[in-house]
C-alpha cells in the first residue's frame, strides 16, 4: 500500500516560535496533498489543499499567513506554523491520494506550543 | 456543519460480539471510506464505497450504503480487543461542492 510520513511525530515548541512539519510521499508521487488538524477527541478538519507548483487552497476560517504551506516537489510537503500560540496546539494530519479513490493518511505529527 | 456524522458517538461491547456503527451525510457523493484512529495515531483506511455500490465487505468488515437515505454503516463481526479506536466515516462529495469530509467519528472501546 502506499505510504505517506510526517516528521517530526511530535514537538514542543515555545510560544511565539515557527514550528515546520514535513510530509512526504514515500513510494509514489503526489501533486496534491491534504493538511487536517484534529482536536483531541474530534474529528479531522481539512486546514487546506497543497497543490506542487502552486499555491495552496485554504479552507474557511484558515489563516493563510499563519499555516504556511509549500509544496517544493511530487513528494514533498510543508506545513510550517508561524508565531505558535497554545491554541495552535493540535494534531496535524496530512495526506495524498496515490491513485484513485482512495485517501492515505500519514501518522500525525502532535504539536504542543507552550 | 460537518458532512458525515456518525452515531453511536461511543460504543463499549465485549470482545466476540458485533459492533454496528451508522454515519449520515448531507449531500450527494461519490464515494463514502471508513477509516480507523488507534489514539494518537494516524488514520488508516478500512474500506470504500462507491454511490453505486449497496454493500461491500471485506474480512470481518461489511460496509453499507443507503444513498437515498444518505447513511452508511459499518459492522464490525465477532469484535477483537485490538479493534478498540476511533472509526470515521468520509465522504467525497468532490463535485457537488465539498471534498473530503469527515464525520465525528465513533470511539469504540471492545472489552476483553
Known amino acids: 500500500g502506499a505510504v505517506v510520513s510526517q516528521h517530526p511525530s511530535w514537538v514542543i515548541c515555545k510560544s511565539g516560535t515557527s514550528v515546520k512539519i514535513e510530509c512526504r510521499s514515500l513510494d509514489f508521487q503526489a501533486t496534491t496533498m491534504f493538511w487536517y488538524r484534529q482536536f483531541p477527541k474530534q474529528s479531522l478538519m481539512l486546514m487546506a489543499t497543497s497543490n506542487e507548483g502552486s499555491k495552496a487552497t485554504y479552507e474557511q476560517g484558515v489563516e493563510k499567513d499563519k499555516f504556511l504551506i509549500n509544496h517544493a516537489s511530487l513528494t514533498l510537503s510543508t506545513l510550517t506554523v508561524t508565531s505558535a500560540h497554545p491554541e495552535d496546539s493540535s494534531f496535524y494530519i496530512c495526506?495524498?491520494?496515490?491513485?484513485?479513490?482512495?485517501?492515505?493518511f500519514g501518522p500525525g505529527t502532535r504539536l504542543l506550543v507552550l | 456543519s460537518q458532512q458525515g456524522e456518525e452515531d453511536p458517538q461511543a460504543l463499549s461491547i465485549q470482545e466476540g460480539e458485533n459492533a454496528t456503527m451508522n454515519c449520515s451525510y448531507k449531500t450527494s457523493i461519490n464515494n463514502l471510506q471508513w477509516y480507523r484512529q488507534n489514539s494518537g495515531r494516524g488514520l488508516v483506511h478500512l474500506i470504500l464505497?462507491?454511490?453505486?455500490?449497496r454493500e461491500k465487505h471485506s474480512g470481518r468488515l461489511r460496509v453499507t450504503l443507503d444513498t437515498s437515505k444518505k447513511s452508511s454503516s459499518l459492522l464490525i463481526t465477532a469484535s477483537r480487543a485490538a479493534d478498540t479506536a476511533s472509526y470515521f466515516c468520509a465522504t467525497d462529495a468532490y463535485g457537488y461542492g465539498q471534498n473530503f469530509v469527515f464525520g465525528p467519528g465513533t470511539r469504540l472501546s471492545v472489552l476483553p
Open positions: 464505497i462507491r454511490s453505486n455500490e
Open positions: 495526506s495524498a491520494y496515490p491513485r484513485g479513490e482512495t485517501q492515505y
